[in-house]
């Protein structure tokens, strides 16, 4: 499992060996009382079970040592259950884990878990978003360069760039609302998926027990059928990467030698052991070692969802850490780009000066634009072009060869090629474009 540096506490929480054993006991402990309330168990037994089914009345490291050999958690942890309930009601013991099978208890008890997981995501998605539309708002109309290839292109708002992660994130939002919606289903098919042991009151069972637990209950069970696992893979893995994105965009704003933005300032927060000056982008550190990691993880997910038959063999297990470490990583990557919206340090100066540092020629497009209409976008095209290799090659401003060019002057008076390299000028549909946005933002 990734350690502090890379995860949140809340998900730590969730994703810890005694929580896993937890959910799976709350699954056990359904069971008994669905099955109770149906009449395939008697209510005394299922009362004992119930009241057996807390995680402290276990030894997790016992369990977890013991599930080397018996290959999955489920069979120490029934059997501890079993000999638990025995202690207090012989009777009743032979009624644990009735009609179930192991991984009815371990996936059931993973989506419990992804349950929590999914609301914990959720909330930290609307904190970042929130912070992003702020920030937005409050730099609606600061310029600074757009980038191309890493190569200055035209100007933009720091409003319009960061409307776009609001929302590419909003959009993520739906995405874990749809997936808490049809991917937190129970799992309850018995030994090979048909819940033979419980001859006619299989259904009702089912129905049952996904009320007690609240949990939507599938048309039928999903041993080998694991697209809602991995969707819930693949929606984690498209929202890192956007957390990613952030990250790159932010880090690379904050180089030295660009100087745009800087994550926010705390003692001891982003230093360095032998440079007193390093001020490092440490939370997009995070979350860009996140989206180095996850892609692979789930790559990892999809291969193990081609199962053999009704019970994968090894496929399966691999699931166990995969999924929880893809959780994990997703968490902590979103909490410290929270933290750095939250705080974003930002530079208007170096925006401005960094605008300048071309001579003019980020605003060469809006100088073809002008010309185009007189004498066709082509010749426009190669004019300015020429014009940009001469003020490259003179080390002069693009605003200076222009005027200097007849072609030029007889179509734009001096006036109207001044009005070209004001970088306010020519923001196109900027300002409309993060308004609505900021608009569908919840």
């Not at 878990?113 to 909330?123: G, P, S």
């Not at 997910?301 to 199962?307: D, F, G, I, N, R």
Request: with cysteine; aromatic share 4%.
């Amino acid at each position: 499992m990734p350690d502090s540096l890379f995860t949140i506490d809340a998900m730590r929480a969730i994703f810890s060996a005694r929580a896993r054993l937890a959910r799976m006991l709350d699954f056990e402990a359904a069971l008994a009382r669905a099955e109770a309330h149906i009449g395939v168990i008697p209510q005394h037994a299922a009362d004992v079970i119930a009241a057996q089914c807390d995680v402290s009345r276990f030894d997790v490291d016992a369990i977890e040592n013991a599930s080397r050999n018996a290959g999955n958690l489920a069979i120490p942890l029934v059997a501890a259950l079993t000999r638990n309930v025995a202690a207090v009601d012989a009777g009743a013991k032979g009624y644990v884990h009735w009609g179930a099978t192991s991984q009815d208890a371990i996936d059931t008890g993973l989506v419990l878990q992804l349950r929590d997981a999914l609301a914990e995501i959720d909330a930290d998605l609307a904190r970042l978003a929130d912070a992003l539309a702020a920030q937005a708002r409050r730099h609606a109309t600061l310029v600074l360069p757009g980038r191309t290839w890493l190569q200055q292109a035209l100007p933009i708002t720091l409003g319009v760039k960061l409307a776009a992660f609001v929302d590419a994130l909003d959009r993520h939002r739906d995405r874990i609302a749809s997936l808490r919606e049809h991917a937190m289903v129970l799992q309850f098919g018995g030994a090979a998926g048909t819940l033979a042991s419980l001859h006619d009151k299989g259904l009702e069972v089912s129905e049952a027990l996904g009320n007690d637990l609240r949990l939507a209950v599938p048309g039928m069970p999903w041993h080998t059928q694991r697209d809602r696992l991995c969707d819930i893979a693949a929606t984690l893995g498209m929202l890192t990467a956007t957390l990613g994105k952030l990250a790159r965009d932010v880090s690379l704003a904050a180089q030295t030698e660009v100087g745009e933005i800087d994550e926010p300032a705390a003692p001891g927060r982003g230093g360095s052991s032998t440079m007193p000056q390093k001020r490092n982008p440490v939370g997009a550190s995070i979350a860009l070692a996140a989206a180095v990691r996850v892609p692979g993880l789930v790559a990892t997910m999809l291969t193990a969802a081609v199962q053999e038959h009704e019970r994968g063999l090894g496929d399966w297990p691999a699931e166990w850490e995969t999924l929880p470490q893809i959780v994990l990583l997703t968490a902590g990557a979103l909490d410290a780009m929270a933290e750095v919206a939250e705080g974003l340090d930002v530079h208007a100066d170096r925006m401005r000066a960094n605008l300048d540092i071309t001579n003019g020629l980020i605003f060469a497009e809006a100088a073809q634009m002008a010309l185009a209409p007189a004498i066709g976008r082509d010749a426009a095209h190669s004019l300015v072009a020429s014009a940009c290799r001469r003020a490259s090659a003179e080390g002069a401003h693009l605003r200076d060869i222009l005027e200097a060019d007849p072609k030029v002057s007889c179509v734009l008076d001096r006036h109207a090629i001044a009005k070209l390299f004001d970088p306010a000028g020519y923001l196109g549909a900027s300002g409309a474009f993060m308004e609505r946005a900021l608009a569908r933002h919840p």
